[in-house]
Nanobody, 125 residues
Framework: QVQLVESGGGLVQAGGSLRLSCAASGRTSSTYIMGWFRQAPGKEREFVAAISRSGGFTSYSDSVKGRFTISRDNAKNTGYLQMNSLKLEDTAVYYC??????????????????WGQGTQVTVSS
């Protein structure tokens, strides 16, 4: 079992930055892939970014590539999502997730077994 708790969401103006954190417990973080997803009102939950167990490999959706950076600190059992140059369309609830089974990085929602409760990110004009 893995418990995930996100933090760092909030209200930010367009062009600004936020850093989300995902604190994990219950299982050593280096044993699972970590991912970030988001869900805007009325839309499906979508992939944002993922990072391999060691942190050596990452993957991003096209919509955030070049603006967001995913990272992890396995010693602290914590993952991060640095979000820069935020746009109105980045407004959503952001979820971190853990995949203990796959190799490399996982981009499909169905690959993730464990989910946090989500943190709201609102970008204003």
């Amino acid at each position: 079992q893995v418990q995930l708790v996100e933090s760092g969401g909030g209200l930010v103006q367009a062009g600004g930055s936020l850093r989300l954190s995902c604190a994990a417990s219950g299982r050593t973080s280096s044993t699972y892939i970590m991912g970030w997803f988001r869900q805007a009102p009325g839309k499906e939950r979508e992939f944002v970014a993922a990072i391999s167990r060691s942190g050596g490999f990452t993957s991003y959706s096209d919509s955030v590539k070049g603006r967001f950076t995913i990272s992890r600190d396995n010693a602290k059992n914590t993952g991060y999502l640095q979000m820069n140059s935020l746009k109105l369309e980045d407004t959503a609830v952001y979820y971190c997730a853990a995949d203990p089974n796959s190799r490399g990085v996982s981009t499909r929602r169905s690959q993730y077994d464990y989910w946090g409760q989500g943190t709201q990110v609102t970008v204003s004009s």
